[in-house]
């Protein structure tokens, strides 16, 4: 199983991980490892250590505040696109 500097985490099937609920919690909480939840193969969710996930909210947040910021200093420099361009960037 992966732990919490590596950027590979084991993947566990989801029939396991009710088995080994508690187990695998240990495993994340104090050794610091990540297990990805799988069903047929393929991730459905992460068990990780909450410093971990405590991280990954402060880097969604300044990523969030570089991008309103961004989005400000276009509004101050007169880089808009009109309501019609908009819609016909979407396909609308």
């Known amino acids: 199983m992966g732990n919490s500097e590596d950027s590979r985490a084991e993947g ?4 396991e991980v ?9 495993r994340v909480a104090y050794g610091k490892e990540s297990v990805v939840v799988t069903r047929h193969g393929k991730g459905m969710a992460a068990l990780v250590p909450v410093e971990d996930l405590a ?5 969604r947040a300044y990523v ?9 200093r276009e509004l ?13 960037e979407l396909g609308l």
């Not at 566990?12 to 029939?15: E, N, Q, Y």
């Not at 969030?64 to 400000?72: K, N, P, S, Y």
């Open 76 to 88: 101050d420099t007169g880089q808009t696109v009109s309501w019609s361009e908009l819609k016909g």
């Open 12 to 15: 566990v099937p989801i029939a």
């Open 64 to 72: 969030q505040r570089r991008q309103a910021e961004d989005a400000l």
């Open 18 to 26: 009710r088995r080994n609920l508690a187990d695998l919690m240990g």
């Open 55 to 59: 991280l990954l909210n402060r880097v």
